[in-house]
């Protein structure tokens, strides 16, 4: 027979029933928390905002619904303003409600994207990314009924 005798005090058992808790809380927030390059809305399911690359720009478009040629017809680099005024405010309210904000991008160089959406009802439609380091920052769709969200 073996018998194992282990001498502990009251702060070693507290400390081990901490850090397993604190090891339990993390592992739920890790499956909880989606990835910081995601949006979600109650529309769709969760999409990646990566956008450095054509291709995934392209795939961001396509988990929206939106089929394009994969070639951007106008590529532009802008800045945005450093405050917001009537025009950024109207816009960033329809990019809220679809999971984006442009606040923190104030006065930051971004790039504007526009695809030709193939598969669209009323053609000719466009839809125009806007990309700061490689992240999807905002977006929208224009075409005969004027400019809609993305989502």
């Known amino acids: 027979m073996f018998v194992l005798s282990v001498k502990t005090d009251k702060k070693q058992i507290l400390f081990s029933l901490l850090t397993v808790c604190a090891v339990a809380v993390v592992a739920v927030l890790a499956l ?21 690359s ?10 929206l619904g939106y089929e394009t040629d994969g070639e951007a017809l106008e590529v532009e680099e802008i800045r945005l303003p450093d405050e917001s005024d ?4 109207k816009y960033n309210e329809i990019q ?13 160089r971004v790039k504007r994207y526009t695809y030709r959406v193939l598969n669209a009802e009323n053609s000719p439609t466009q839809a125009c990314l806007y990309v700061y380091r490689d992240t999807v920052i905002a977006g929208h769709i224009t075409g005969a009924d004027g400019v809609a969200p993305l989502i």
């Not at 979600?40 to 969760?46: A, F, K, R």
């Open 54 to 63: 054509g291709e995934e720009r392209v795939a961001f478009l396509k988990n």
């Open 86 to 89: 009537e025009t950024i405010k």
């Open 32 to 52: 909880v928390i989606p990835p910081a390059d995601t949006i979600s809305t109650n529309e769709i399911p969760v999409v990646s905002t990566r956008g450095g």
């Open 96 to 108: 809220k409600k679809v999971g984006f904000d442009l606040e923190a991008y104030l006065g930051k």
